[in-house]
């Protein structure tokens, strides 16, 4: 049983920054997917990024392309999600998930685990 963790939300202005965390209570292999979802009020659940936790490919919802970067340290079994020029729409609970191979089919909500969430607030 995996569990993630996540950390790193908050409230900020529109254009400023915020550093996502999420980390895994056990060893995760090389191949591990590990992405981020947001959900936002009244709205489905949608991906934002993916990665494997031992790095490589990264995938990315086109309306985060640019601004958001996903990145891993295999090390302490952590993915990273750093979200720069943030807009109100970006507001939304992000949640860590984790399954074996991000494939194509990496946006689509069939992952094995997933953290509690973590609340992302952006301001106009």
């Known amino acids: 049983q995996v569990r993630l963790v996540e950390s790193g939300g908050g409230s900020v202005q529109d254009g400023g920054s915020l550093r996502l965390s999420c980390a895994a209570s056990?060893?995760?292999?090389?191949?591990?997917?590990m992405a981020w979802f947001r959900q936002a009020p009244g709205k489905d659940r949608e991906a934002v990024a993916a990665?494997?936790?031992?790095?490589?490919?990264?995938y990315y919802a086109d309306s985060v392309k640019g601004r958001f970067t996903i990145s891993s340290d295999p090390a302490k079994d952590t993915v990273y999600l750093q979200m720069n020029s943030l807009k109100p729409e970006d507001t939304a609970v992000y949640y860590c998930?984790?399954?074996?191979?991000?494939?194509?089919?990496?946006?689509?909500?069939?992952?094995?685990?997933w953290g509690q969430g973590t609340q992302v607030t952006v301001s106009s």
């Open positions: 998930a984790a399954r074996e191979f991000c494939s194509s089919r990496w946006a689509r909500l069939e992952y094995t685990y």
């Open positions: 056990v060893y995760t292999h090389s191949s591990e997917c």
């Open positions: 990665t494997y936790i031992g790095g490589g490919s990264t």
